[in-house]
Protein backbone atom coordinates (compact mmCIF):
# COMPACT_ATOMS: atom_id res chain seq x y z
CA UNK A 1 0.00 0.00 0.00
CA UNK A 2 1.09 3.54 -0.72
CA UNK A 3 1.74 5.69 2.15
CA UNK A 4 0.52 9.27 1.37
CA UNK A 5 2.80 11.00 3.25
CA UNK A 6 3.61 14.35 0.95
CA UNK A 7 7.39 13.41 1.56
CA UNK A 8 7.59 16.51 -0.94
CA UNK A 9 6.69 18.80 1.73
CA UNK A 10 9.39 20.20 3.87
CA UNK A 11 7.26 21.49 6.82
CA UNK A 12 5.77 18.20 7.48
CA UNK A 13 9.36 16.69 7.89
CA UNK A 14 9.66 19.36 10.00
CA UNK A 15 6.30 18.59 11.86
CA UNK A 16 7.74 14.76 12.33
CA UNK A 17 11.57 15.82 13.27
CA UNK A 18 12.92 14.34 10.43
CA UNK A 19 14.67 17.78 9.79
CA UNK A 20 15.43 19.86 11.94
CA UNK A 21 14.56 23.04 13.14
CA UNK A 22 14.70 25.16 16.09
CA UNK A 23 11.31 25.03 17.31
CA UNK A 24 9.78 27.67 19.60
CA UNK A 25 6.07 26.31 20.08
CA UNK A 26 4.28 23.01 19.84
CA UNK A 27 1.22 22.21 20.41
CA UNK A 28 -1.84 19.89 19.28
CA UNK A 29 -2.68 21.95 16.49
CA UNK A 30 0.15 24.12 15.42
CA UNK A 31 4.15 24.25 15.68
CA UNK A 32 6.60 26.79 15.30
CA UNK A 33 10.09 27.45 14.34
CA UNK A 34 12.54 30.14 13.41
CA UNK A 35 13.05 30.54 10.19
CA UNK A 36 16.61 29.34 8.58
CA UNK A 37 16.89 33.19 6.19
CA UNK A 38 15.41 35.40 9.01
CA UNK A 39 14.37 38.49 7.38
CA UNK A 40 13.89 40.57 10.71
CA UNK A 41 15.57 40.05 14.12
CA UNK A 42 12.04 38.16 14.89
CA UNK A 43 11.45 36.09 12.33
CA UNK A 44 9.36 32.86 13.09
CA UNK A 45 7.09 30.38 11.27
CA UNK A 46 3.76 28.99 12.68
CA UNK A 47 2.41 26.31 10.76
CA UNK A 48 -0.49 24.03 11.11
CA UNK A 49 0.67 19.85 11.88
CA UNK A 50 -1.94 18.87 8.97
CA UNK A 51 -0.90 20.04 5.45
CA UNK A 52 -3.15 22.98 3.85
CA UNK A 53 -1.43 24.50 0.95
CA UNK A 54 -2.92 27.67 2.10
CA UNK A 55 -4.44 30.44 4.18
CA UNK A 56 -7.54 30.30 2.79
CA UNK A 57 -7.53 26.45 2.64
CA UNK A 58 -6.69 26.54 6.20
CA UNK A 59 -9.82 28.52 6.76
CA UNK A 60 -11.98 26.40 4.83
CA UNK A 61 -11.07 22.81 6.22
CA UNK A 62 -9.55 23.74 9.61
CA UNK A 63 -10.92 27.60 11.28
CA UNK A 64 -9.63 26.34 14.63
CA UNK A 65 -6.30 25.69 13.52
CA UNK A 66 -6.42 28.64 11.88
CA UNK A 67 -7.50 30.71 14.83
CA UNK A 68 -4.90 29.23 16.82
CA UNK A 69 -1.81 30.43 14.58
CA UNK A 70 -2.78 33.40 14.58
CA UNK A 71 -3.33 33.73 19.08
CA UNK A 72 0.52 31.92 18.63
CA UNK A 73 1.75 34.06 16.71
CA UNK A 74 0.23 36.97 18.88
CA UNK A 75 2.44 35.45 21.61
CA UNK A 76 5.40 35.21 20.29
CA UNK A 77 5.08 38.35 18.79
CA UNK A 78 4.05 39.90 22.79
CA UNK A 79 6.96 37.89 23.93
CA UNK A 80 9.66 38.70 21.21
CA UNK A 81 8.73 42.37 20.27
CA UNK A 82 5.80 44.49 22.15
CA UNK A 83 3.23 42.81 20.22
CA UNK A 84 4.00 44.41 16.98
CA UNK A 85 5.11 42.97 13.94
CA UNK A 86 3.59 42.01 10.61
CA UNK A 87 1.88 38.37 10.20
CA UNK A 88 2.39 37.24 6.22
CA UNK A 89 1.10 34.53 4.13
CA UNK A 90 2.11 34.60 0.91
CA UNK A 91 0.04 32.49 -1.25
CA UNK A 92 1.23 32.11 -4.80
CA UNK A 93 4.69 31.66 -6.34
CA UNK A 94 3.82 35.28 -8.10
CA UNK A 95 4.51 36.77 -4.76
CA UNK A 96 7.08 34.67 -2.87
CA UNK A 97 5.09 31.49 -1.63
CA UNK A 98 8.30 28.22 -1.99
CA UNK A 99 6.78 26.04 0.35
CA UNK A 100 3.37 24.94 0.00
CA UNK A 101 2.50 23.94 3.51
CA UNK A 102 0.36 27.24 4.64
CA UNK A 103 3.00 29.38 6.87
CA UNK A 104 2.59 32.48 8.89
CA UNK A 105 5.95 34.65 8.85
CA UNK A 106 5.44 36.48 12.02
CA UNK A 107 8.08 39.77 11.61
CA UNK A 108 9.42 42.00 13.68
CA UNK A 109 11.66 44.03 15.63
CA UNK A 110 12.55 46.05 13.52
CA UNK A 111 10.01 48.98 11.36
CA UNK A 112 8.70 47.92 7.90
CA UNK A 113 7.93 49.69 5.11
CA UNK A 114 3.92 50.05 3.81
CA UNK A 115 3.28 49.49 1.37
CA UNK A 116 5.57 46.57 0.98
CA UNK A 117 8.61 46.18 -1.58
P1 LIG B 1 7.55 31.38 1.59
O1 LIG B 1 8.59 31.86 0.61
O2 LIG B 1 6.93 30.08 1.13
O3 LIG B 1 6.55 32.40 2.00
O4 LIG B 1 8.35 31.07 2.92
C1 LIG B 1 9.14 29.95 3.10
C2 LIG B 1 10.06 30.25 4.25
O5 LIG B 1 10.60 29.04 4.74
C3 LIG B 1 11.23 31.14 3.89
O6 LIG B 1 11.23 32.30 4.70
C4 LIG B 1 12.45 30.26 4.13
O7 LIG B 1 13.55 30.97 4.65
C5 LIG B 1 11.93 29.23 5.10
N1 LIG B 1 12.56 27.93 5.01
C6 LIG B 1 12.82 27.25 3.86
N2 LIG B 1 13.42 26.09 4.15
C7 LIG B 1 13.52 26.04 5.51
C8 LIG B 1 14.07 25.06 6.41
O8 LIG B 1 14.55 23.99 6.03
N3 LIG B 1 14.02 25.35 7.73
C9 LIG B 1 13.49 26.52 8.19
N4 LIG B 1 13.51 26.70 9.52
N5 LIG B 1 12.97 27.46 7.38
C10 LIG B 1 12.99 27.21 6.05
Redesign the pocket.
Known sequence: SRVQRAPDD?FLR?VAGE?P??IVHSDDLVVA?????P?APV?V?VIPRERHENVAQLAAAAPATLARLVEVAQRIADERCGGEYRLVF?TGTAV????FHV?G?VLGGRGFTWPPG
Open positions: LIVATFEDVNQHLNGQSVHH
